[in-house]
């Protein structure tokens, strides 16, 4: 393989991770540069492969379980775009509730695909959120176990970047600075917004160097992490939709299906980590998000499409057990239709609490 720029690009779930990749992949390509992207999740399904390759970009995926697991696929997977698109730079997307990435992928990368690679900077987007109440020692919604691999996250980054920040006011802004600065000193941090492209330059500066050398790894206590990624109800469903009216509109169905699973999860006390729904109708395509319990359902990407029929893909990710999750996405489903006069037929649904992590490769130090 040629020396491919290998950009990994973390951060917990619903940080911001695809926005940012998106950006990164049109700034590349505006330089003249080809981009490949590869996704990662823990199972089939993937709103952010939809979502990518709706908007024209390379996509590789390696579902299943995360890239520390499942290394040799990361691999082939680059390797695949690489045979057949030959790109310049390859953007990484591991799972938003992985960590250890520089012990179990980036270091491993190095040594062991050397000439292959040059791996940049491990980039972790900060979620605020729920940044703010976890560095702000509060109640986030999540146990101190999936809090901890928020500050996992956070500690084995070379690039912080403080996302969202279209959304914070200065002061928080300069509270999630500090917090970051207090906890792990020297980081380089940088201010960014996915969506307006604030920071994207620093970031692409940053990333031309190479990931200087790192000694010991970060300790990980892989109980702990597994306890934390264990609490996630974690769902992916497929159906195919078609509507009994000619006048049902894309945006409002998948931001009505949002709505009434939040309302379902926050009846029974659950906190949302992300829930995502892509629909799609020949070229067109719109997704709605929710990031978390006190923040509004967003429509990502609008459309003006009407459905006549459709595809529609749910990635739901939530602290509750998997099987009131199906629960509240089989009964949102269900409402939804008899309320606009849609029927769903589900092709894939697929329903768990995420397997203790066992990585391909764990490096001690670099
Ligand atoms: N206001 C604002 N919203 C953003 C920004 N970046 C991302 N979002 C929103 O945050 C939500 C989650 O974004 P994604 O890019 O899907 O997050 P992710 O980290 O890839 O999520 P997972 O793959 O589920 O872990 C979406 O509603 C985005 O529109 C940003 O800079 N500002
Ligand atoms: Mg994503």
């Known amino acids: 393989m040629a020396n491919i720029k290998f950009i990994m690009v973390g951060g917990?779930?619903?940080?911001?991770?695809?926005?940012?990749?998106?950006?990164?992949?049109?700034?590349?390509?505006?330089?003249?540069?080809?981009?490949?992207?590869?996704?990662?999740?823990?199972?089939?399904g993937l709103v952010d492969t939809q979502s990518l390759r709706a908007q024209g970009f390379l996509v590789g995926e390696v579902p299943?379980?995360?890239?520390?697991c499942k290394f040799?696929?990361?691999?082939?997977?680059?390797?695949?775009?690489?045979?057949?698109?030959?790109?310049?730079?390859?953007?990484?997307?591991?799972?938003?509730?992985?960590t250890d990435l520089v012990a179990t992928v980036i270091e491993p990368l190095r040594k062991f695909h050397q000439g292959d690679f040059e791996v940049a900077p491990l980039a972790v987007?900060?979620?605020?959120?729920?940044?703010?109440?976890?560095?702000?020692?509060?109640?986030?919604?999540?146990?101190p176990q999936a809090a901890y691999i928020f500050l996992k996250q956070i500690e084995e980054a070379d690039v912080v970047a403080i996302n969202k920040i279209d959304k914070l006011t200065p002061e928080q802004q300069e509270m999630l600075r500090d917090q970051v600065t207090r906890r792990y000193p020297n980081k380089e941090i940088v201010l960014v917004s996915g969506t307006h492209g604030d920071g994207f330059d620093t970031l692409v500066e940053l990333f031309k160097k190479p990931r200087p050398s790192s000694g010991p790894m970060m300790e990980v206590d892989y109980e702990k992490y597994a306890e934390g990624e264990a609490e996630l109800g974690w769902l992916n469903?497929?159906?195919?939709?078609?509507?009994?009216?000619?006048?049902?509109?894309?945006?409002d169905v998948i931001v009505t299906l949002l709505q009434k699973i939040r309302a379902s999860l926050l009846e029974g006390g659950a906190e949302p980590a992300h829930l995502k729904v892509l629909c799609q109708t020949g070229e067109q395509f719109g997704v709605a998000n929710l990031v978390g319990s006190d923040v509004d359902v967003e429509l990502s990407v609008a459309s003006d499409a009407k459905i006549s029929t459709a595809e529609l893909f749910v990635n739901a990710r939530a602290a509750v057990a998997p099987e009131q999750l199906e629960s509240a996405v089989q009964d949102s489903i269900a409402a939804l239709g008899q309320e606009k006069?849609?029927?769903?037929?589900q092709q894939?649904?697929?329903?768990?609490?995420?397997?203790?992590?066992?990585?391909?490769?764990?490096?001690?130090?670099?």
Do not use: W
Not at 64 to 68: I, M, R
Not at 241 to 247: K, T
């Open 72 to 98: 040799d696929d990361l691999v082939s997977t680059v390797k695949a775009l690489e045979t057949e698109h030959h790109p310049d730079v390859v953007i990484t997307e591991p799972v938003g509730s992985c």
């Open 237 to 251: 469903a497929t159906y195919e939709v078609s509507a009994q009216h000619d006048d049902i509109l894309m945006n």
């Open 64 to 68: 299943g379980a995360c890239f520390c």
């Open 341 to 345: 006069g849609l029927n769903f037929t």
């Open 348 to 366: 894939k649904l697929q329903r768990f609490s995420p397997a203790p992590p066992v990585p391909t490769h764990r490096f001690a130090s670099s």
């Open 12 to 44: 917990f779930l619903g940080a911001g991770k695809t926005t940012a990749i998106g950006r990164l992949a049109r700034n590349y390509t505006e330089q003249g540069l080809k981009v490949g992207l590869v996704t990662n999740d823990q199972a089939n």
């Open 125 to 143: 987007l900060l979620k605020p959120e729920h940044g703010l109440k976890i560095l702000g020692d509060e109640q986030s919604g999540f146990s």
